[in-house]
């Protein structure tokens, strides 16, 4: 009842692909030099598996030490 989200969009939650997601990544890297990510999804972790994937294909692309990124979660969706 306290997020605005779903009353301007919807319940429904829509979300992008893995490999979207890194092609952003990517070219925001490699043609325009940032090297700061900052994820504008209100749960970024509502999907715990989708959130390791993605952490893992920055660590696959050879970014994790060359990007800094960030995301909002919920803290009662961590995993170990």
């Known amino acids: 009842s306290f997020c605005i989200v779903t009353a301007n969009y919807g319940a429904k939650w829509r979300y992008r692909s893995v490999d979207s997601i890194m092609q952003e990544i990517e070219e925001g890297f490699y043609k325009y030099n940032y090297r700061t990510f900052f994820f504008t999804d209100d749960i970024f972790n509502a999907s715990p598996k989708r959130a390791m994937a993605i952490s893992q294909a920055i660590i696959d692309a050879g970014l994790a030490d060359k990007i800094k990124w960030t995301a909002q ?8």
Do not use: A, Q
């Open 73 to 80: 979660c919920v803290t009662n969706i961590f995993v170990k």
